[in-house]
C-alpha cells in the first residue's frame, strides 16, 4: 500500500464549491463552512465556480493540496463528487465531502453526515483513508455506471426536476415515465475474466457502491473476494421485456427487490470489457456516470482501479478501512 497523504492542520482546506459566487445558495454555503471552521480553529478557502469551471478549479486546487499538504473538499451532489475525486485521485491528495445531493449513496456509505455543518464539523476531526474507486475508460467513477436505458432516466430526471423541484418522489415518477416508454435495445459483446458472451439488453448497469445495491435488492451472488465498493463491481443486466413485465419491474424496484423481478441478471466482476453495437459512422456510446451523461469512446473499459481515493473518515472508521485494505495488499 503507498503512503498516506499527509494533513498538516495549519495549512488551508481547499472547499469547491459548485455554485456561482454571490448568489444567495452560495452564500448560505459560505456561512455553513466559514461557521464550522471558526469553531474547529482551522482554515479553509472557499473556491466557488460554475459548472464549466469545476474541471479547472478541481484541477487547480488538487496541486495545491499536494503542495501544501492538506486536502480538497467537494460541496455538492453527486457530479461534483465525482469531478473533484477525478482530480484528486490524479494527484493522490486527500479528500474530503460536504453531501448536497438527493441520494448522497457515496457520503453515505462512508458514515458523512448529509446536515452540511455536522458534514464539516466531521471532516475537521478526520484523518485520510483508502478507499475503492472504479474506472470506465479514462474516467474515475464512485458509485455507479451506465449505458442504455439508465442514461435516459438521468436526463428524464433532470428534466423533471427543473420543472417540479429535487425530491425522491419526483425522481421516482421520473424513471416510471422513462421505463414505460423504453424501447431502444442494445447489442453487446462482454468480455469478463476469459469468458465472452453476447447479449441484448436494455441497459447494463455497473454498480460500485454496496448501499445503492441493497436499496434496490440487486446485490448478486457473492462469487469474487470482497463486495461491490470492496474488491469487486456488480453488473446489472435488463433484458428486453414487455411493457406489464415493465411495470412489474417498476414495482418490483420501488419495494427494494429488483433483484427478484423477471429479466434482471446481475453478476460480480473485477474487470469487464463491453463493445457495444453501434450505427455506422458512430464510434461513441452515451454513459451515465455518477449521475453525470456524455459520449464516450467504444469500446467501454470497466475496471476497479488499483489505485484508491484517499477519503477523509472519522479515525476510528479510517483505521478500520485501512486495516482491511493492508490485510487484502499482503493477500498472496
Known sequence: MAALPEIDPTSSLQF????????????????????????????????????????????????????????????????????VAQAAHAAGCAMGVVPQGTFNYFARTHGIPADPADAVRQLLLSVPAPVQVAGINDRVFLVNASLGLYPELLEDREAYKARFGRSRWVAF????????????????????????????????????????????????????????GDGSMAALVLRPIGTLSMIGLMLHGAMGRLGEAAGVERFEFEHLVVRPTLPQGRSGVKVAFDGEVTMMRAPLDFRVLAKPLYLLMPQRDAAVVDARSSAEGAAP
Open 16 to 83: 469547491i464549491v459548485n455554485a456561482a459566487a454571490g448568489s444567495s445558495d452560495a452564500e448560505a454555503k459560505r456561512e455553513i463552512v466559514e461557521a464550522a471552521l471558526r469553531a474547529g480553529g482551522r482554515r479553509g478557502d472557499l473556491l466557488f465556480c460554475s459548472p464549466a469551471e469545476l474541471i479547472g478549479v478541481s484541477h487547480q486546487a488538487a496541486t495545491r493540496a499536494i503542495a501544501t499538504r492538506t486536502a480538497v473538499v467537494a460541496v455538492g451532489g453527486d457530479g461534483t463528487l465525482n469531478t
Open 173 to 228: 415518477v421520473a424513471a416510471c415515465a422513462t421505463l414505460l416508454r423504453a424501447q431502444r435495445r442494445l447489442r453487446l459483446h462482454i468480455e469478463m475474466g476469459g469468458k465472452v458472451r453476447d447479449m441484448q439488453t436494455l441497459t447494463l448497469f455497473v454498480g460500485n457502491n454496496r448501499l445503492q445495491l441493497q436499496q434496490f435488492g440487486a446485490e448478486p451472488d457473492d462469487t469474487l473476494a470482497g463486495t461491490p
